[in-house]
């Protein structure tokens, strides 16, 4: 596989398979019968005409179909001829188009539960966001940066462990401005926002009026509740660590949610659907406006697993405006104040000291900060990026990996 292009195959790794024959039936479908213990597969002639694989119908080269699903619609899904090779199929279409798919091609595409199954694992990763067992800071799992940058099954580890747990540390990273090139060089990439096009810095300015950039207590909070779809991941490098204090507290809400659903459903259904507004105003000098408002519940679940997976709060960004009946607020605060206690109660301690890059599933591990001495200094930069240039940067290693192999 050396030097082989980036691919769904290449991903999903080597498949070993001859064919021992194949045949129409039900008139509109193939089955393909193995040589090997696999037994029979059975394909959709018009998924075979769709995925054609000749170069009139799809480039390797940039992975990507030819045709349009309108010439799909216009072409013929019916068989004129079929015929196999121990290494091939080759379908003669009635239109006189042919195809022929390797056998190789066609086991990796398997449309049986446990091949489907498999494939999905590989495709978007086998580990599972899992609720915290940490209980200590030393339980984070951390890596150095350069081998990160360095290794592509450093790169794996790093992002699994962050669907995994929510939280890793990056050890010795360079003084400053590093977190836009760690994205780019694990080939991931940053997010924008209305802080800044890169890089953020927060540090204490004893003058300011933001909390973040002071040296108050910040409590447990998401960055961003008040988008439609806050940062998902949030990368906080630490330059100067103050002497006293300063610590940043961890909660993983999704262990939280879970023990809230266990010991309180009513408690969980409430906070699981009563939307709360969040409120984003700031009026810049030199910069444009910004009124930004979102609705929604404190917990969102993931609509494929059911599973609790973003917790929207910050205390600072709840709109005055609570748009729901009394009766409503009032059991929405009842039902918070025990999640709230959950959260504290499961919470943990980390001091960062500088070249430590925090990374963390913003909208799963909330995130607070300490008090420390406003005579001291303290500086953090900060980054955004999200889940699919990560899954990417994911995917391209294992891709490395597998041509390794
Ligand atoms: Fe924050
Ligand atoms: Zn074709």
Redesign the pocket.
Same mark, same amino acid.
């Given at each position: 596989m050396a030097g082989e292009p980036l691919s769904i195959d290449l991903l999903i790794g080597k498949a070993q398979a001859t064919i021992k024959q194949c045949e129409v039936i039900e008139k509109s479908r193939v089955r393909v019968s193995w040589s090997d213990s696999s037994g029979d597969s059975i394909y959709p002639m018009m998924l075979l005409?769709d995925c !054609?694989? !000749?170069?009139? !119908?799809?480039s390797p080269s940039v992975n990507s179909r030819l045709?349009l699903f309108e010439q799909l619609l216009a072409a013929a899904s019916s068989v004129a001829n079929i015929s196999s090779q121990p290494e091939s199929l080759c379908i003669d279409w009635e239109d006189g188009?042919?195809?022929v798919y390797e056998a190789e091609w066609l086991y990796r595409r398997r449309l049986e539960r446990a091949a489907t199954e498999d494939r999905l694992l590989k495709m978007y990763c086998e580990v599972q966001e899992t609720p915290w067992t940490i209980t200590k800071p030393e339980e984070i799992k951390t890596g150095r940066y350069d081998d990160i940058l360095r290794d592509p099954a450093k790169i794996v580890e790093f992002t699994e462990t962050l669907i995994r747990d929510g939280a890793y540390v990056i050890k010795d990273a360079p003084p400053r401005h590093c977190l836009v090139e760690f994205l780019r060089e694990i080939k991931a990439k940053h997010q924008s926002t209305h802080y800044s096009d890169g890089e953020w810095v927060i540090k204490n300015i004893p003058t300011s009026k933001d909390l973040p950039n002071s040296s108050k207590k910040l409590e447990l909070h998401i960055d961003m509740p008040y988008l439609v779809k806050p940062q998902q991941l949030q990368l906080l490098h630490c330059l100067v660590q103050s002497a006293d204090g300063g610590e940043n507290k961890l909660s993983d809400a999704l262990k939280a949610a879970l023990l809230l659903k266990k010991e309180n459903p009513e408690y969980y259904r409430v906070l699981s659907s009563v939307e709360v507004d969040f409120q984003f105003i700031k009026r810049y000098r030199g910069s444009h406006d910004w009124f930004i408002c979102n609705r929604a519940p404190i917990i969102q679940e993931d609509p494929r697993t059911g599973l609790p997976s973003l917790c929207r709060f910050a205390a600072e960004v709840r709109c005055s405006s609570f748009n729901q009946p009394v009766e409503v607020i009032e059991s929405w605060y009842e039902a918070f104040r025990h999640y709230w206690s959950i959260l504290e109660q499961h919470s943990i301690l980390i001091k960062s000291s500088p070249g430590d890059i925090l990374a963390f599933n913003n909208g799963r591990v909330m995130h607070a900060r300490e008090a420390f001495n406003q005579q001291q200094e303290r500086q953090l930069e900060g980054i955004y990026a999200d889940w699919d240039y990560l899954m990417s940067a994911w995917r391209v290693a294992k891709c490395e990996l597998n041509r390794r192999v």
């Open positions: 005409r !054609c694989p !000749c170069e009139k !119908c799809f045709t188009h042919k195809s």
